[in-house]
Nanobody, 123 residues
Framework: QVQLIESGGGLVQAGGSLRLSCAAS????????MGWFRQAPGKEREFVAA????????SYADSVKGRFTISRDNAKNTIYLQMNGLIPEDTAVYYC????????????????WGQGTQVTVSS
């Protein structure tokens, strides 16, 4: 397993942008597929985006396609989530996740999770 620490959350107005970061530590951190989930108050945690270990294929939830972009820098063991065109419905705690492959991340079958970072979008 790897240790994950998220950062970059905050308060932003609708239509604004934020970039989340997730730093992974551990000897094999760069070999994991990684991704983002979010959980809004009173709702279940939902998948947002994922990326393979080699910055290849990505996967996005329909609700964020065209607005969010996931990327990673293996030299820094860090993934990013660039969020543009934010809407109030994007308000949630965002969690970073890591797993052995992309499908495991998308399914939420991750053995490693970060502590979460709050994103609040005001209308």
């Amino acid at each position: 397993q790897v240790q994950l620490i998220e950062s970059g959350g905050g308060l932003v107005q609708a239509g604004g942008s934020l970039r989340l970061s997730c730093a992974a530590s551990g000897r094999t951190a760069s070999s994991y597929a990684m991704g983002w989930f979010r959980q809004a108050p009173g709702k279940e945690r939902e998948f947002v985006a994922a990326i393979t270990w080699n910055t290849g294929p990505t996967s996005y939830a329909d609700s964020v396609k065209g607005r969010f972009t996931i990327s990673r820098d293996n030299a820094k063991n860090t993934i990013y989530l660039q969020m543009n065109g934010l809407i109030p419905e994007d308000t949630a705690v965002y969690y970073c996740a890591a797993a052995g492959n992309l499908l495991m991340v998308v399914r939420g079958s991750s053995g490693s999770w970060g502590q979460g970072t709050q994103v609040t979008v005001s209308s």
